[in-house]
């Protein structure tokens, strides 16, 4: 079956950097999409990765790795409106996205 | 303001009632979706329209019923919901159904069935 794997929860100090990791099996692959969506709110497109490595893009980098099925979110400079929900996406070979549960970020001060 | 606009934004209705939640876009795209999103679990995909035409159709009990009038527009209409049905439905739309396009998503109708 198909599956993306991300962390449930994580917790950061405003102004530090955090890692969040998505590791995904599926049939096929046709690019990678991190989205943020704050509570209450609807989700946001961040990042969209089909080759590997690192794209930057402001504060945030999105980095892929299509043999290992994996990609991370890195967030650099954290402040407390980076408080979210971050939902990682596969988009397979019929061009259906599979997603996963999401990570909630808490930023405290 | 997303771009795509849900109505209501919170409904609480019986098992027996019968409501609608509808999604307005002008985005000019062609392809819109209903999603159900529950605490802790991933998106899940209900149904595709690209040119108003259905071509998703995600195993969907019938108590759930889609329309789409045209490209701007698409409701989903409820009646007979279980307990289970109570989630955050969001709206998405993209510019159609091919390849791999960005979703604008609404901020959702959190929908509670008592």
């Known amino acids: 079956g198909q599956n993306i794997v991300q962390p449930t929860e994580m917790t950061a100090t405003e102004g530090a950097i955090v890692q969040i990791n998505c590791t995904y099996q599926t049939s096929g692959f046709n690019g990678l999409f991190w989205y943020q969506q704050h509570a209450g709110e609807a989700p946001t497109f961040l990042s969209y990765n089909v080759l590997d490595g690192l794209e930057e893009k402001g504060r945030f980098s999105s980095f892929l790795s299509r043999s290992k099925g994996y990609s991370y979110l890195l967030l650099k400079e954290l402040q407390m409106k980076d408080s979210a929900s971050y939902l990682c996406a596969v988009m397979d070979s019929n061009y259906q996205l599979i997603w996963g549960a999401g990570t909630k970020l808490i930023i405290k001060p | 303001e997303t771009g795509v606009t849900q109505t209501p934004r919170h409904l609480v209705m019986g098992m027996t009632n019968k409501k609608s939640l509808k999604c307005e876009q002008h985005?000019?795209?062609?392809?819109m979706y209903w999603y159900k999103q529950s605490a802790k679990k991933p998106l899940e995909l209900m149904f595709v329209y690209n040119f108003k035409e259905q071509t998703e159709n995600n195993s969907v009990p019938s108590r759930f019923s889609p329309e789409c009038p045209n490209s701007s527009h698409l409701f989903l209409h409820l009646h007979t919901l279980q307990p289970e049905d109570s989630a955050l439905y969001l709206c998405?739309?993209?510019?159609?159904?091919?390849?791999?396009?960005?979703?604008?998503f609404g901020a959702g109708s959190r929908l509670t069935v008592l």
């Open positions: 985005l000019g795209h062609n392809a």
């Open positions: 998405a739309s993209s510019q159609d159904n091919s390849g791999a396009n960005v979703l604008t």
